[in-house]
């Protein structure tokens, strides 16, 4: 039971309880197993990325140093969420301390997809200057944007959470760091930073490839267009992954006061643990130079 003492609590406040997903605790046994699984498939396909694209000199193209970043983004979204989600499935309750809640909603996914969409824009409709305008410079100043971005966005969501008043007892009925209370200028800062910022993303990135189709349509040959459209395929399957349950999450969140709360708990833990599993698996199969890098990796000889 939460205490109903309030205290205006340090800028530093916690640790807090994460409960799991309430309604549903004698599910959690048969949950823990596949979101273990899925960890690990999450793990191994991103740390396997890393190691071949920085490994190999000839995947240093910005198209793989983007896709790296992704990779990057992935095992940080799965290291921050999914073992302490099922750390809660094997063992119950767990504490999460305030720093941990923050780490927990840093994002950078729509950003770096989007850089990755102007990669492939330049690449396709300027092939004779990709190897000038997207250098090594242009590309460390789109990362060092992509987090100064996304620490702007996270910023004010903690001098607002600085002013809440926290009960003694910090218990959060969820598996991880979510606002889930009815605390109207907090989730209505959270919904309007999301659209902004995904939709601009979204828009801009539909723009790119709008632009990409018409120049792989132009394309003389048909085997041109059909490697455009392979290495741009890869690409609209990881952001269909992403955006889809992301806007579900956002949209469910602040109007589906209908949907059980444990659907939206577990559907938001889907949300966090499936692309970063699957991200790799799409550019192995998709991208040839490391369909081929794995194939030597398995089978050296």
């Known amino acids: 039971t939460i205490i109903a003492t309030f205290n205006l609590i340090s800028f530093n406040p916690g640790p807090f309880i994460l409960m799991g997903i309430p309604g549903l605790e004698q599910f959690h046994t048969w949950d823990r197993i596949p979101f273990f699984i899925i960890y690990l498939a999450a793990l191994t396909g991103n740390s396997v990325l890393l ?8 995947l240093h193209e910005p198209m793989f140093f983007f896709l790296s970043m992704l990779a990057a983004t992935d ?3 799965s290291n921050t969420c999914v073992p302490k989600t099922c750390s809660i499935f094997w063992m119950g309750p767990q504490e999460i301390t305030f720093p941990g809640c923050l ?13 990755m969409a102007f990669d492939r824009y330049v690449a396709i409709c300027f092939p004779l ?15 060092m944007g992509i987090i100064f971005r996304s ?10 959470l600085k002013w809440l008043p926290f009960c003694r007892t910090l218990i959060i009925p969820h598996t991880y760091c979510e606002h889930i209370a009815d605390i109207s200028i907090n989730i209505w800062y959270g919904f309007a930073v ?3 910022t995904v939709t601009s993303d979204l828009i801009l990135t539909g723009i790119s490839y709008v632009l990409v189709l018409r120049a792989v349509f132009n394309l003389p040959s048909w085997a041109a267009r059909q490697k455009a459209l392979s290495t741009c395929g890869c690409h609209v399957c990881v952001i269909l992954i992403f955006y889809t349950p992301a806007i579900f999450s956002v949209l ?10 444990s659907f939206h708990i577990l559907y938001a833990n889907l949300y966090v643990s499936i692309p970063p599993a699957i991200n790799p698996v799409i550019y192995g ?12 990796l398995i089978f050296p000889k």
């Open 285 to 296: 199969v998709k991208t040839k130079q490391i369909r081929d890098k794995v194939k030597l």
């Open 129 to 143: 200057r990709y190897t000038s305008i997207p250098t090594y410079q242009i590309i460390m100043k789109i990362m």
């Open 51 to 58: 190691c071949l694209i920085f490994k190999n000199r000839s």
């Open 252 to 261: 469910t969140l602040c109007f589906g006061h209908n949907i059980p709360h």
């Open 194 to 196: 999301s659209i902004l």
């Open 151 to 160: 620490f702007c966005i996270i910023f004010p969501c903690v001098f607002l």
């Open 103 to 115: 780490t927990q909603i840093f994002a950078m996914y729509s950003a770096i997809l989007l850089a």
């Open 75 to 77: 095992l940080i979204l």
